[in-house]
């Protein structure tokens, strides 16, 4: 059973929409993160954040941006959508006190496509 | 270099070892991590090694790190269909997280 839930699971939607990407957690988890990923696999963190009102930019420039107003909740959105933003984006979280032999936890991804 | 390294594709028949390398950046990182992604999913935690160990085995996973060549493994005996997908290795070190760029692991029947 999923702790970290992303919805959609799968989006297509026109150029220049915008749209929020939904990431949601019941674990009471601090950390939370973005990652868009390649066709090509490959994983870039975009956005992070270490708790409520927190937020920082990853290592992949993104025009999206993050809010993080509770502690469960961390909502991508992105103004005005373009074909080049079309990925998957995995949301991932991680209690801030746990030994790191936990890992992250993933949600199941949504699957952008921008036409 | 600042990249974690793994080579992006491997075959193998069913019934086989399957073996995916990996080589990380950091010496002073504290844990690694191997993570299955099966089509259309998140990412899966499969198993992990503390940096002061050598080995770690897990029912069909084995792991190995060598520490001065920054070398970790993920040996999967008895490879099935059901074992294919993507293996990211990672490596964590000051609450960062950093993953490499995925091994798509085919098993032919």
């Known amino acids: 059973e999923a702790d970290i839930y992303q919805t959609p699971r799968y989006l297509v939607i026109g150029t220049g929409k915008k749209i929020t990407l939904e990431c949601s957690q019941t674990?009471?988890?601090?950390?939370m993160y973005w990652y868009q990923q390649d066709p090509g696999m490959e994983l870039h963190l975009i956005h992070y954040s270490y708790g409520v009102n927190s937020t920082e930019k990853g290592d992949l420039s993104s025009e999206s941006t993050v809010s993080r107003i509770r502690t469960e909740h961390f909502p991508l959105t992105l103004e005005s959508a373009r074909p080049s933003h079309t990925s998957q984006y995995l949301c991932a979280s991680k209690r801030g006190a746990a030994p790191p032999g936990y890992g992250y936890t993933f949600g199941s991804g949504t699957r952008l496509t921008v036409v | 270099g600042e990249d974690v390294e793994q080579s992006l594709f491997l075959s193998v028949r069913e019934g086989d070892s399957s073996v995916i390398n990996c080589t990380y950046t950091?010496?002073?990182?504290?844990?690694l991590y191997w993570y299955k992604q099966e089509p259309g999913a998140g990412l899966q935690l499969l198993t992990y090694i503390f940096s002061n160990m050598d080995m770690k085995q897990d029912q069909r996973l084995t792991v190995l790190l060598n520490k001065k060549d920054k070398h970790l493994s993920l040996r999967i005996a008895d490879t099935q269909t059901g074992d294919s997908a993507i293996y990211f290795c990672?490596?964590?070190?000051?609450?960062?997280?950093?993953f490499g760029a995925g091994t798509r692991l085919t098993v032919k029947p």
């Open positions: 950091d010496s002073s990182s504290t844990y």
């Open positions: 990672a490596e964590y070190n000051n609450n960062d997280m950093r």
């Open positions: 674990m009471g988890h601090d950390k």
